[in-house]
């Protein structure tokens, strides 16, 4: 059985989504990400990762895999069928690794993690002057698409939709790009990845962390 490694609403909930839209059910554990601890039995949660960070991906063999690009692939691989990564060797999978790394490197790492993480409010100043023409490039890709990559829902979209619904948070108002707002919408009308936000938006309320 898969173990996924999760903190409510940070970016290990792209891999809920991806987990839910593939019917997979995995064993869940909360982790705080502010002092490492495992609520359910008060472990050091760098002796799962040393990297500190979720996701953290258990595999049934026990090897566990860190970071969402690799992760969210491994999700989609396991249900080729459903079409959540396009085939190995296909262009797409290239463009999926390449909006994987986009979101990953200047959104995420770029902007969402400073403005959460720093109290600077000179690094959160310069994170948001950068994010704008980031945002602008997908934006600009969206206009006439549905999805980031292909015609389909890509574990791509389970990222960056993730990474738009904290843009706000960050003080960066998506309503200034309107295929945005209407790819948040579809995102949201997802029956999986809906779901997937409202039990975390209730942990986030709930669980001591
Ligand atoms: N490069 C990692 C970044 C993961 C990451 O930044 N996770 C955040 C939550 S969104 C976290 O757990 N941060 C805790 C920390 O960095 O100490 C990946 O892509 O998986």
Redesign the pocket.
Known sequence: MLQLYF?PM???LASRIALMEAGIEPRYHLVN?WNKKIPEDDRDFRTVSP?????VLVLSNGERL????A?LQYIADIKPELGLAPPPGDSDRYRLQEWLSFV?TEI??AFL?PTF?YKDEAVKASARERIGNNVSVAAEHLEGRKYLVGERFTVADAYFGWALLLLGHGGVDVAQWPSLVAYLERFQERPQARAAIGIEMQLRKTAAV
């Open positions: 903190y940070a970016c290990s990400i990297k500190g960070a979720v996701p860190t970071e969402n690009a992760v990953g995420h790492k993690f993480w």
